[in-house]
């Protein structure tokens, strides 16, 4: 029998396959086999070592952003690929070709499809999604597909249910028979030590390297400690992943030889063998890793990938996590290098690596569950539908249930923020909400808040970051808005010229106090200062008045302070909005004599609105009785009182709503409401 | 119509050889005018009424539920001021005329869009839920296609050959440039900006009545200037026969919008809605193009030009792509709003802008 391989780009494509083949050429050692993938890809660098055949055909990521150079190009990559692929196919006549994704695997599957349709092959297609989310790939050409196996049940909404099977994710046969002595022994690591596992995925996540790296000093007083560290190969413009962990290291004075409690490895062929030598692990949530932690029985401190597809990782780390088979660590947004960055706190990592090495009673018991987490026997349910296939024995159809949508939250920022507002007044408030729920609607605020994607009105998905952390008063992320607030970093110089000013425009930052510093429940001096700051020097005249508007509203103590900034601000100010801002802010929290004579010179200024606004602070002055009210006797007298602002009174209108509200009232609401109420109803 | 009743009855009956004074431009433009306006103001009580007992009201805001009492409930009437405009040119106009049937088709057309996207609003009971912004642009950029061809193709132009795609800037005297094909999208991007334009421009009551009315009589005296023989030698002004039906339905624009501002004025009980100003829109649209003064509308029309710039401005470049706002609010009336500045007051500054504007356009007409 032949077998056709392809699909790749990352692990959770090419383990699987090579897990299937592996099985296959257990079971049936005559069979051939060949893997279609693209070159400098992960299945170049794996592929090969595990004995299989590897032809390299051209292909793209299909674009993410709109524009007409690239799709121009991916179209030109995919005919080309599509092409050599009907070549490798007509050659080497698979009699099964078995898919697991990715973009890599798009042209022998478009090329199959126009062969099938030639008649030139009849090839049987397995297609495997391993996640809860499928591809865009698997989703393109489920309908070539004779069985599709699936790791997740919700994965077969998308596709045919007739030709689904729920098969599980297939582990690769090492991992299913790891022991710990053996495995040791082979790494050369004492029996008593603590050995924790830190991997990335297959192209190594920058922000555990960074983190864990960090957190070494910390780590290195844990006595009996032993830190297997597995970088990863990543390398890109922006990060090495070998060559920046060595500088770090170096920078933190991490030289010479450690291997004595800490080893660094750039990618590992047996990564079982340190599973299996590991008491904690440290992963990220694809379902691969997951599943192959699990089959080995281990903990887990699980970093879930950010921007995953309908966010499955998380999804997949809080079900572990509710289990008690693994602890979930978030990502979280901060200012660093001058930046929002979505980094690992490396203080939170090291204090749950050392909380959990410290109990191993603990260890144990997630160890257990990990164990226990319910799993199927995925390769052999995936070798008996490939066998049936090519039997062509047709199974019974499946019938499934999905749940209606996940209860996951929506992933357009704006909805999400509905969605969220929504969530907080059926729980009547932040408090009401339950932790685990706040902690992870806490993490979506640090991802958009960290997010650099600026698209669609408004402004982007970092404003919808700020508004969350007001909504959700995460106050630890407040030092992060006030260096939104302060950052001084200009704009490109086009923007410039048209009005702009900062890098974090006007808006956002107008968002930052109004949302994020107003339903913050306390506030101190730092913020105050920032406040403070932003009334005297912003160029964007909703900040200021949203920042004398705070300041009136919150602080009573140190008004001295507040005050002198407030006179000072308006005298220089030429924007009446933020002018009205601060006569109110001196209303409410004015004290001194020159409130009232910086008031009195506004008696009879052109403008109606600042002299409305002098009379009402004046009469707030009078309430809180910081105000004798003989010195203000004459003042009456002296404001002009001529202004063009007024509001219409329509009598009859008046009286038809009293009497709407009357027979209302009367009536309780009863069977048959006013017209005009009946009208307002059917038009929501 | 009466223009053929009278031709008929003229040749047919000798004692009516007075109607010959159908034949001149100037009477059937006052005439027409007179027509509509007391129309209008005859019969618009009524008319009124009857849309608002048909329902054709603004009704988010219902009366259980109202926080504060300034705002009255809006009858949409823009009807009204269609049909007079309608009543006019049908009465008094040459309905076998090019130019007639170019602007009546421009009325009917952006009538029937405004009409459509009152309707929406009406039915959800919000004013947000209109026909959306893309649909609006596709019905628009289909009139001004089919506009745009039928003026620069030679057979069906109503214009005298060669005259069609020159394109005449004001104080000039000779053309600067004919675009031949580039004319058409020239003429869809005028007809759109302006429509918008009236469109954006209709926030207050009585905002956009009095200025489109002085454009309409500025761009009247103009098309009569092209009409006349003599009068566009004297002036140098490109003489096309036929165009002064287009200052006849000028006249009779400007006295519906008279007459229905008998109503509009503030406060109004009723407003143009979508149907008035699109309709005023279109029709303002495409008289510029047909007198040929299509960058006199940016003297003239000054107010739309400021209202729908002030609306770019913040909207697609301020908060699109700066992040930050330019004015407090906009169209620019909603900015001068909530700058403390009451409703009458800024409607009658407008309305003296757009007297001043309307008078420096006149001006050109010797300056050149």
Known sequence: ?684 | MLYYIGNHLRDTVEAMSYLRLLDSISFRAIGGAMTSLMFIILFGGRIILYFYRTGQRDASRGYAHFPGGDHQSKTYGGGLLVTGILLGILLWCQLHNRFVLLCLAAVVWFAVLGYIDDYLKMRHGSSDRGLSESAKLILQFAYGLAFAVVFVFEELSPLPPGLATQLYIPFLKTPIVDLSWGYIPFIIFTVIAIANSVNIADGIDGLAVVPVSFVIGVYGVFAYVSSHARISDFLIFPFVPGVGEVAVICSIVFGACLGFLWFNSYPANVIMGDTGSMALGGLIGTVVVLVKQEFLFLIVGGIFVGEAVSVLIQEKLGIKRLGRRFFYSAPIHHHYQSRGLADTKIVIRFWIVAGILALCGLATLKIR
């Open chain 1, 1 to 684: 029998m032949k077998y056709l391989l392809t699909g790749g780009g990352t692990g959770g494509h090419v383990y699987p396959a090579l897990a299937i083949a592996d099985e296959i050429r257990r079971q049936e050692p005559e069979s051939r086999f060949l893997y279609v993938g693209v070159r400098r890809r992960l299945e170049s660098r794996v592929v090969p070592g595990k004995g299989y055949p590897l032809r390299f055909v051209r292909s793209r990521p299909f674009p993410r952003t709109v524009s007409l150079a690239g799709f121009a190009l991916f179209g030109l990559t995919l005919v080309v690929g599509v092409m050599s692929a009907m070549l490798i196919l007509m050659r080497f006549r698979p009699d099964v070709i078995i898919c697991t994704g990715g973009f890599v695997s798009a042209p022998v599957m478009f090329a199959f499809g126009i062969l099938r349709k030639l008649g030139l092959s009849r090839a049987k297609v397995f297609l495997y999604e391993p996640n809860a989310h499928p591809g865009l790939l698997n989703h393109a050409v489920g309908r070539l597909a004779d069985r599709i196996g699936l790791a997740f049940e919700q994965a077969g909404r998308w596709f045919d249910m007739k030709r689904v099977a729920i098969v599980g994710y297939p582990v690769r046969r090492e991992f299913l028979e790891v022991d710990r002595e053996g495995a040791r022994q082979r790494l050369g690591i004492p029996a008593d030590r603590q050995v924790v596992v830190a991997v990335g995925g297959s192209s190594g996540a920058r922000v555990i390297n960074e983190a864990l790296v960090a957190s070494l000093p910390r780590l290195r007083r844990l006595k009996n400690i032993m830190i297997l560290h597995v970088t990863g190969r990543y390398n890109d413009a922006e990060y090495d992943a070998v060559a920046n962990t060595a500088r770090h290291l170096e920078r933190l004075g991490i030289t010479g030889d450690t291997s004595s409690w800490y080893r660094r490895y750039d990618y590992m062929e047996d990564l079982q063998d340190a599973y299996g030598a590991a008491d904690l692990i440290i992963c990220r949530g694809g379902a691969g890793t997951l599943t192959e932690v699990s089959v080995c029985g281990r903990p887990s401190i699980i970093v879930p990938l950010a921007t995953a597809a309908e966010d499955h990782q998380a999804f997949n780390a809080r079900e572990l996590a509710k289990r008690g088979a693994a602890r979930v660590l978030y990502q979280e947004a901060s200012w660093v290098e001058g930046r929002v960055q979505s980094i690992v706190s490396p203080t939170r990592l090291a204090d749950l690596v050392s909380e959990l090495l410290d109990s191993p009673r603990v260890l144990g018991e997630m160890a257990t569950a990990s164990q226990a987490v319910p799993r199927r026997d995925s390769l052999e349910l995936i070798l008996g539908e490939i066998s049936s296939l090519v039997v062509g024995r047709r199974p019974p159809p499946l019938t499934l249930e999905f749940p209606l949508r996940q209860e996951g939250l929506p992933s357009d920022p704006n909805a999400l923020l509905r969605a969220v507002k929504g969530r907080i007044a059926d729980a009547g408030g932040v408090a009401g909400l339950d932790p685990l729920e706040l902690s992870y609607l806490r993490y979506r605020a640090d991802c958009y808040l960290a997010s650099e994607a600026w698209y669609e009105i408004p402004l982007g998905r970092r404003n919808v970051g700020v508004k969350l952390v007001g909504l959700l008063q995460y106050s630890e992320r407040v030092d992060v808005i006030l260096s939104i607030l302060q950052d001084t970093t200009k704009t490109s110089w086009v923007r410039r010229i048209c009005g702009g000013d900062f890098h974090h425009p006007g808006i956002l930052r107008r968002n930052a106090v109004e949302l994020g510093i107003r339903l913050q429940e306390e506030v101190d001096d730092s913020i105050r200062d920032v406040l403070l700051q932003a009334l005297a020097t912003d160029p964007y005249f909703e900040v200021r008045a949203a920042a004398a508007c705070e300041l009136g509203r919150r602080f009573f103590e140190s008004c001295d302070q507040i005050e002198a900034a407030l006179l000072r601000a308006l005298e220089s100010e030429r924007s009446s909005r933020v002018t009205i801002q601060v006569i109110k802010a001196l209303g409410r929290i004015g004290r001194g004599p020159a409130v009232l004579s910086c008031f009195r010179s506004f008696y009879l200024h052109p403008d109606w609105q600042f002299r409305h606004e002098v009379v009402s602070a004046i009469r707030r002055l009078l309430e809180r009785r910081v105000l004798d009210p003989s010195l203000v006797a004459e003042d009456v007298d002296r404001v002009l009182d001529a202004s063009p602002g007024f509001e219409p009174a329509f009598p009859l209108k008046d009286s038809l709503r009293e009497l709407a509200e009357e027979v209302t009232a009367a009536t309780d609401g009863g069977p048959r409401l006013p017209r005009a109420a009946r009208r307002q109803a059917r038009g929501r």
